[in-house]
């Protein structure tokens, strides 16, 4: 199975910053990935697929870039509805794997 | 609006199986532009894909659950199931039911989770 480790697992943000998580895969997987989020108590919610698609929706301060096996999920500037959980998840063959998470915290 | 909803026994017993229905309301499990698909998550834990299941009854899996899952769908009901036998304290978690379009492999509609115990 594709390996996906996000980095960094957590980290401190004030509302307004700019916020990059990183998702490597531990191999070549195209662009195929997607980035969700997740808040406690409720199911995750599709951010960007295919690497660098916004889903229908979605606020345009998320964005996501990368292929091959470097991927990054960028949060122009942080609102404070933006704290949660992120997870990028592989779809480039079975099984589909997850990253571990990254936990956006308020500073 | 697409609806996803788990319902099943919230408390299972060590050996015994799993059983979990998402009922879809707001559309059609017989499309063929869609997979239907069980993930998990443990307690204060990351995601962990379990399968999906295309209306045909084609089904792709995760190995580590090995023999254990089955995955399978009433299209007359608008449902799917899972199915998950010989479980141990490891398999407490929230499972979700998600649609993912056939081409491609994004889950963009979710259930809102139920949680399983097991516990004697």
């Known amino acids: 199975a594709i390996q996906m480790t996000q980095s960094p697992s957590s980290l401190s943000a004030s509302v307004g910053d700019r916020v990059t998580i990183t998702c490597r895969a531990s191999q070549g997987i195209r662009n195929d990935l997607g980035w969700y989020q997740q808040k406690p108590g409720k199911a995750p919610k599709l951010l960007i697929y295919?690497?660098?698609s916004l889903q229908s929706g979605v606020p345009s301060r998320f964005s996501g870039s990368g292929s091959g096996t470097d991927f990054t999920l960028t949060i122009s500037s942080l609102q404070p509805e933006d704290f949660a959980t992120y997870y990028c998840l592989q779809d480039y063959s079975y099984p589909q794997t997850f990253g571990q998470g990254t936990k956006v915290e308020i500073k | 609006q697409l609806q996803l909803q788990e319902s099943g026994p919230g408390l299972v017993k060590p050996s015994e199986t799993l059983s979990l229905t998402c009922t879809v309301s707001?559309?059609?499990?017989?499309?063929?532009?869609?997979?239907w698909g069980w993930i998990r998550q443990p307690p204060g834990e990351g995601l962990e894909w379990i399968g999906i299941?295309?209306?045909?009854?084609?089904?792709y899996y995760n190995p580590s659950f090995q023999s254990r899952v089955t995955i399978s769908v009433d299209t007359s009901k608008n449902q799917f199931s899972l199915k998950l036998t010989s479980v141990t304290a490891s398999d407490t978690a929230i499972y979700y039911c998600a649609r993912r379009p056939y081409s491609g492999g994004w889950f963009d509609y979710w259930g809102q989770g139920t949680l399983v115990t097991v516990s004697s």
């Open positions: 295919a690497a660098s």
């Open positions: 299941i295309f209306y045909t009854g084609s089904t």
């Open positions: 707001g559309g059609s499990i017989s499309s063929s532009s869609y997979y």
